[in-house]
């Protein structure tokens, strides 16, 4: 049973400092990899999606990589804004299963 | 382009009252989902269903019922409502992997008394 996991749960920084969050998962065997941010009270918003051929995907001041093998991905904010804050959730697609999973999410607040 | 639209954004029901939450998307996506969101649980699949026709269980589908008529909507039914049902339901859709980037609606917030 496929398990994501992400660290931190919770993080707080100052404006303008370069983030990293983290996402685990147990099964190797993705489709791929789907990073999305939630505002409260707010449904999901897809920020990056990577397949499982890809190593990295960009969009603006975000960076999000995959290491299948070790079953992990990072995502990078540089830079980071007040208007950043918000949860961030990744989500896996397994072989072989019509399941989307997701983590528990991680909840950054980036202050002025 | 409307995306993926849910129908009522917010509801009460009395235990033991049923009720329908409304999910139609717009993009011609086969995959359909229906998720519950509860703090510090994260989502959790209830059922899902890979086009018309087709459902199947997610994690938690105990209490709900779905059907698929049609490729555009995807119905989540609560047949008897109870209060451990008190969460936020969102759908999604997506094309069938593996490209399967998934839009997701703005959410039903549904509390049980």
């Known amino acids: 049973k496929q398990e994501v996991t992400q660290i931190p749960a919770a993080l707080s920084v100052p404006e303008g400092e370069n983030l990293v969050l983290n996402c685990s998962f147990t099964d190797s065997a993705i489709y791929n990899l789907q990073w999305f941010r939630q505002d409260p009270g707010k449904g999901l918003t897809s920020l990056l999606l990577?397949?499982?051929?890809?190593r990295e995907q960009t969009s603006g001041r975000l960076n999000a990589s995959l290491d299948k093998s070790s079953g992990r991905s990072t995502l990078y904010i540089a830079a980071s804004q007040p208007g950043d804050s918000a949860t961030y959730l990744c989500a896996v697609w397994t072989y072989n299963t019509d399941k989307l999973i997701f983590g528990t999410g991680t909840r950054l607040q980036v202050f002025p | 382009n409307a995306g993926v639209t849910q129908t009522p954004k917010f509801q009460v029901l009395k235990t033991g009252q049923s009720m329908t939450l409304q999910c139609a998307q717009d993009m011609n996506h086969e995959y359909m989902s229906w998720y519950r969101q509860d703090p510090g649980m994260g989502l959790r699949l209830i059922h899902y269903?890979?086009?018309?026709?087709?459902?199947d269980q997610g994690e938690v589908p105990n209490g709900y019922n779905v059907s698929r008529s049609t490729t555009e909507d995807f119905p989540l039914r609560l047949l008897s409502a109870a209060p451990s049902q008190t969460s936020v339901y969102f759908c999604?859709?997506?094309?069938?992997?593996?490209?399967?980037?998934?839009?997701f609606g703005q959410g039903t917030r549904l509390t049980v008394v």
């Open positions: 990577i397949q499982s051929s890809q």
């Open positions: 999604a859709s997506s094309y069938s992997p593996p490209n399967t980037e998934a839009f």
């Open positions: 269903s890979v086009g018309a026709g087709i459902t």
